[in-house]
């Protein structure tokens, strides 16, 4: 992997206990600023500095100035006279692109992890600096404490682009055109202004406060400030704005005097002090093998597949879009191909046996992500289950590509903080955790930090967090943490192939599959529908409506299937007239199930039953037939399959 030459100085420590990396302190040199100590360093290929304060606030809360850090420098004077420090990266000419908010990333944990700044900082932003202040913000939402905003650039179209009232910059245009890649036609569909994507930092409650000059013909507030302050509260965020209007105003009305300095200082303290510090990630995040080999294949190949397996959080969008395009403004050389394989109300058995199909034939992921603990409690599958489930999904991942590297994540709900207040672990947590340290897949307890953090008070399940499918505020929670570990996993065993432990269980689904509903023979009352949809309409999941369809839905109705493998199952779906199955393997004793469940009455679920999953290796016969009796919540005796299971 290429190291960066700014930081070939830095020595790499090892965080005991969670295998995550930080950098050590580059080259400082001092000097003077306004009486205080000026620190400056070379960092990422450009410049940096932070000014220390002579008696620093407990906590050490900090300003973070976006772009002209010698402008309007008498309110950061006060400040770091009160205790604050006061710290700079240059990045200019790069208009908040993606590139600036990757140092900008690194800056930060620089700062916080190595000098002990404040976690969450003041961001202050003049003119064009609203594009990195709000770029940083809108992806870093749990980091900053308030935006303090002179004049700020919100929309780019306005200022350089100026395609509205204001005059615009036509050489700075050209250039934000170039760094994006887009046209004069293109740039009207661009979607990461400050003024897009505020849900997240609505969601924190970030304080913002604009001081504006109505006469300002350069970056109208119009164009910038206002409809940005409006969509924000609409979104629910708080924020004011301030019209200057005394004093003298030069370039257009671009520049003007700063009337009540030491009120916005008061702005700023305010929501900075007392330093608040959240707990801390690494508690929550286990990095065991590492990324290493996923990321040299996103430095050195140029391409790269990453797949999202999982239930409706990872259906949803939300952290795995986040994920995407972190991945993507990370490695902005590399094409990524992204699989979006979340179903929602599926959990580790399902996703074990149409892991091939959903994911494997999309592509071979370098990065995989699997998430099952929310769906592996409410579907009531067994430790037993759960453990076959997830290892099988790993070793068919491994089968794939030896080098694929695998992050595992127990996402959080209400029913697991009851084990949380017993002193308890959940089972489908440390399932996942346990498997995850067997194979070395790194590991993210999002239940344990959720729970944690709510009884922290950082936040609450009922008006942040809000539901098992998160808020915007959730979201952000479940991305940062996966984003720490991006950020910190160790590099070492780059490249290299894992080698597969003995298994956990011998029947775990290494080899499970779906094979076609065509392989049924012997149909009696059962026939196939090409193309179901429900009569009267119900609410269906994608992929299990407007397919074909195994439907039988008179007692009676049968059919036979012939295969060879370990295990068998259906994947089916129960309704309101969801029947009772009786089925036989190789002749033995017929066994009965119920297929409806408590969701019947209102969904099409998609179910998937395991037959039996310790069959010697060899051929096997199943024969099933509905049977005459039915739950008394059913309205029929339907019995409906998408695919027939088997673990070979």
């Known amino acids: 992997m290429k190291r960066n030459p700014a930081l070939i100085l830095f020595v790499f420590a090892l965080l005991e206990g969670t295998g995550l990396v930080f950098a050590q302190s580059p080259a400082e040199t001092t000097s ?10 070379p960092f990422e290929n450009t410049t940096a500095y932070y000014i220390k304060p002579k008696q620093p606030l407990p906590g050490n809360p900090w300003v973070w100035r976006a772009h002209f850090p010698g402008f309007h420098a008498e309110m950061d004077s006060l400040l770091v006279a009160r205790g604050f420090h006061l710290a700079y990266v240059n990045t200019n000419n790069l208009f908040g692109h993606p590139k600036a908010m990757q140092v900008w990333d690194k800056f930060y944990r620089y700062l916080t992890m190595q000098k002990n700044f404040a976690p969450r900082v003041a961001l202050e932003a003049i003119s064009r600096g609203g594009l990195y202040a709000y770029g940083w913000a809108k992806r870093n939402p749990d980091k900053v404490a308030c935006i303090y905003a002179e004049a700020p650039v919100c929309d780019p179209r306005s200022w350089p682009g100026g395609k509205g009232k204001g005059q615009g910059s036509p050489k700075d245009w050209q250039s934000w055109l170039e760094l994006n890649g887009l046209t004069e036609t293109t740039a009207n569909d ?3 202004s400050p003024l897009d994507d505020l849900e997240g930092m609505a969601a924190f409650k970030i304080p913002v406060l604009h001081v504006v000059s109505l006469q300002d013909k350069i970056v109208p507030p119009e164009e910038n400030t206002f409809p940005l302050i409006e969509k924000y509260m609409r979104l629910g965020g708080p924020a004011a704005v301030y019209p200057m209007s005394r004093g003298k105003q030069t370039l257009e009305g671009h520049h003007f005097v700063i009337e009540h300095i030491d009120r916005w200082a008061d702005f700023i303290q305010q929501h900075s002090v007392p330093v608040e510090k959240p707990l801390a990630r690494d508690a929550y995040v286990v990095a065991n093998r590492g990324l290493g080999a996923a990321f040299a294949k996103f430095e050195n190949s140029k391409e790269a597949t990453v797949a999202f397996l999982g239930g409706s959080i990872t259906h949803n969008p939300g952290w795995r879009n986040k994920t995407a395009k972190y991945l993507g403004e990370r490695f902005p050389e590399t094409k990524f191909t992204f699989i979006a394989a979340g179903i929602p109300s599926l959990g580790s058995t399902p996703h074990a046996f149409r892991f091939g199909r959903d994911v494997l034939t999309q592509g071979t992921p370098d990065l995989l992500f699997v998430e099952s603990a929310v769906n592996d409690r409410s579907n009531g599958f067994s430790e037993e289950a759960q453990v076959r489930a997830l290892e099988g999904i790993l070793q068919q991942a491994y089968a794939a590509n030896p080098a694929m590297n695998i992050v595992m994540m127990a996402f959080a709900d209400p029913d697991k903080f009851g084990d949380y207040d017993a002193g308890r672990k959940p089972v489908e947590v440390e399932v996942h955790r346990k498997v995850a340290a067997h194979y070395g897949a790194a590991f993210i307890d999002l239940s344990q930090e959720v729970y944690d953090r709510v009884k922290a008070g950082e936040f609450s399940w009922e008006y942040d967090f809000k539901n098992l499918h998160p808020s915007p505020y959730g979201q952000e929670v479940y991305f940062q943490t996966i984003k720490y570990l991006l950020q910190n996993t160790p590099m070492q065993d780059e490249g290299q192939p894992a080698k597969l432990p003995a298994p956990l269980n011998k029947a775990s689904y290494n080899k499970a599959g779906y094979h076609s509903i065509g392989e049924a023979k012997a149909l009696q009352g059962f026939s196939v529908d090409p193309s ?9 999941r994608e992929g299990f409506v407007n397919v074909p ?11 036979e299937f012939t295969f060879t493998g370990r295990a068998v199952g259906l994947a089916l779906i129960s309704g309101p007239d969801a029947g009772v ?5 190789d002749g033995k004793k017929p066994q009965t199930l119920d297929l409806f469940t408590q969701w019947s009455t209102s969904l099409h679920l998609p179910w998937y ?7 010697k290796p060899g051929k096997h016969k199943l024969k099933l037939t509905i049977a005459d009796t039915k739950n008394p919540a059913s309205v029929g005796t339907a019995c409906r399959i998408v695919h027939l299971l088997v673990n070979e």
């Open 581 to 585: 199955i009786s089925y036989q393997i």
């Open 609 to 615: 039953l395991v037959l039996d999953n310790e069959l």
């Open 190 to 192: 661009f979607k990461d």
């Open 32 to 41: 003077s600023w306004k009486g205080f100590e000026k620190i400056d360093f």
């Open 549 to 559: 369809m195994l439907v039988g839905e008179r007692p009676g109705d049968s059919f």
């Open 532 to 540: 179901w949809k429900p009569d009267p309409p119900k609410s269906t």
